[in-house]
């Protein structure tokens, strides 16, 4: 069934033992890990046509260049390696191998083309993983399960993916995890934490839900990494990251900058520093510095240019009307801009990106009304305000922003968008005031957004977060029932407004915390 029962990994027997594989293959590994890139592929490519591990790892890290680079022909030849990989694999009765390869061609399917066509071939590689996935821990569970020397390695690898899976499901709201198990699809949150390469990543992340973080988790799951790849670029990202959710901003940016300096062959690690860098130079008002780390990332980036010229245009936005701008750019040009670097993946257009372009739509009139803030607001999408709310001098920072920002907005003409700004000011001007403990007065912000529903005009996204926050200063107060009302309402009340997916994941992070007995909250089938 499984690599693990095979003596060899190789299509000739005389050629390399498995366990002679695995030590070369990870040999390369910590060459990859201590960011000697090109001497990992080195390694790896004279038998990338023989050995199975070795054509796995080899295809592997050209699709990691390729989702970096975004460049159509990386694509193209990451792809066609790794579906030389799968045959390969396939012919060996490699299933576990197998099933990652599935996993990481439908990931260059979709990038690959727009189509719906490619969307639901990416679809099925990825329902077939899953099976053989959810197949093989049965059989390694079971007692018919023989035992060998590596069988270590065919468990890890296992546990990896059905982690991944897990996860993954485990965080869908509930509408859409009954259409995922009808196509034969479920998850188990739980077995997920035994998945520690998964967990790593996932625990300083999953910030995006109710805004919590396990860093404990996250920082106990990078030490024995940090020590053995003490300048190993991804685990100093990692490790910026968790010191960026401890709200220690200084120390996040040092440890991002060493992220770019520990290696100059890839380049596209950087551009993960710089996106985190732009953030926390964001955290603590420093404008200049965050258009800079944009202007890194629109010029060499090709991920997400309409966010990053957005970005631009947002910081330079943040300055004072007379003072001087960097290159000589002008926001208002820089926004008008935004629309024509829309992109497509897995043939749709990504949610922020969208985003931009809606709030960038002003700015097509020749005498555009500005944007109030839209730096944070931006943020708030991005649940940067969770980020600060550990260090009160950046939420005041923020605070008086905002309270400059109302002040400037009462002053001028009103306006078609007078109420919509005014409400996104309230909004944020809630969850700083629920930062500082003033619970009273950010309900009220909050409550604003609420009672103004019939007379926003544009952004409707802001009632339903509004509901969203209230509810959690409910949670954090402890009362319960009425958070789960304002959920459910914000839940079924609201359709199709900007950021929906992110907004109900969301709600369904809070609603589970919450263990609210719904009838949507149905519990998943565990593996």
Request: hydrophobic residues 40%; aromatic residues 12%.
């Amino acid at each position: 069934l499984s690599c693990n029962h095979c003596s060899v990994c190789v299509r000739s027997s005389s050629q390399m033992t498995l366990q002679m594989c695995l030590e070369e293959c990870m040999e390369a590994l910590d060459l990859f890990l201590n960011n000697h890139f090109s001497e990992s592929l080195d390694k790896l490519r004279p038998r990338a046509k023989e050995s199975m591990y070795h054509a796995l790892i080899y295809a592997t890290v050209l699709e990691m260049q390729a989702m970096m680079t975004f460049q159509q022909d990386d694509i193209v030849n990451a792809g066609n390696t790794m579906k030389s990989a799968q045959e390969q694999l396939q012919a060996l009765h490699a299933d576990a191998c197998y099933a990652e390869c599935l996993l990481q061609r439908a990931a260059l399917t979709f990038l690959q083309d727009e189509n719906m066509v490619s969307f639901i071939k990416g679809g099925i590689k990825v329902r077939n993983s899953y099976l053989i996935y959810k197949e093989l821990h049965t059989f390694i569970q079971s007692n018919s399960s023989l035992q060998g020397p590596n069988h270590i390695h065919l468990e890890g690898g296992v546990s990896f993916g059905i982690g991944a899976f897990n996860l993954t499901l485990s965080m869908f709201p509930p509408r859409l995890l009954k259409v995922l198990e009808f196509a034969g699809f479920s998850g188990d949150k739980v077995y997920f934490w035994f998945c520690p390469y998964t967990a790593s990543y996932s625990v300083l992340y999953r910030s995006t839900g109710t805004g919590e973080g396990d860093v404990a988790d996250a920082e106990k799951l990078l030490k024995p990494f940090r020590l053995r790849y003490p300048q190993g670029a991804i685990f100093l990202f990692f490790a910026g990251r968790a010191e960026a959710i401890k709200g220690n901003i200084d120390q996040a940016v040092v440890l991002f900058e060493d992220g770019c300096k520990v290696q100059q062959q890839w380049k596209q690690f950087h551009h993960m520093c710089y996106w985190e860098l732009m953030w926390c130079f964001t955290y603590k008002c420093v404008w200049r510095m965050a258009y800079f780390y944009a202007d890194l990332l629109s010029d060499e980036s090709r991920w997400s240019k309409a966010m990053y010229v957005y970005m631009k245009a947002a910081y330079l936005s943040m300055l004072a009307p007379g003072e001087a701008r960097p290159f000589g750019e002008d926001e208002v040009e820089l926004f008008r801009q935004v629309s024509t670097f829309k992109q497509k993946i897995a043939g749709k257009s990504p949610p922020t990106e969208k985003f931009a372009i809606r709030k960038a739509r002003r700015y097509k009139a020749s005498c555009p009304v500005r944007l109030p803030v839209p730096v944070l607001e931006m943020m708030y999408m991005w649940n940067g305000f969770s980020m600060i709310s550990k260090r009160p001098e950046l939420t005041e920072g923020m605070l008086q922003t905002l309270v400059e920002a109302e002040r400037t907005l009462l002053e001028s003409p009103v306006n078609e968008y007078s109420m919509d700004d005014r409400c996104v000011i309230h909004l944020l001007k809630g969850l700083c005031l629920k930062n500082q403990g003033h619970i009273q007065a950010a309900e009220e912000c909050f409550n604003k957004v609420y009672n103004s529903e019939k007379k926003i005009k544009f952004d409707h996204y802001l009632v339903p977060n509004a509901l969203l926050e209230l509810s959690v200063v409910y949670i954090d107060t402890g009362r319960k029932e009425e958070a789960i009302k304002l959920l459910v309402k914000a839940k079924t009340n609201y359709k199709e407004y900007s950021m929906e997916s992110r907004t109900q994941f969301r709600i369904h992070a809070a609603l589970s915390k919450l263990k609210a007995d719904t009838s949507d909250q149905d519990e998943i089938t565990p593996l």
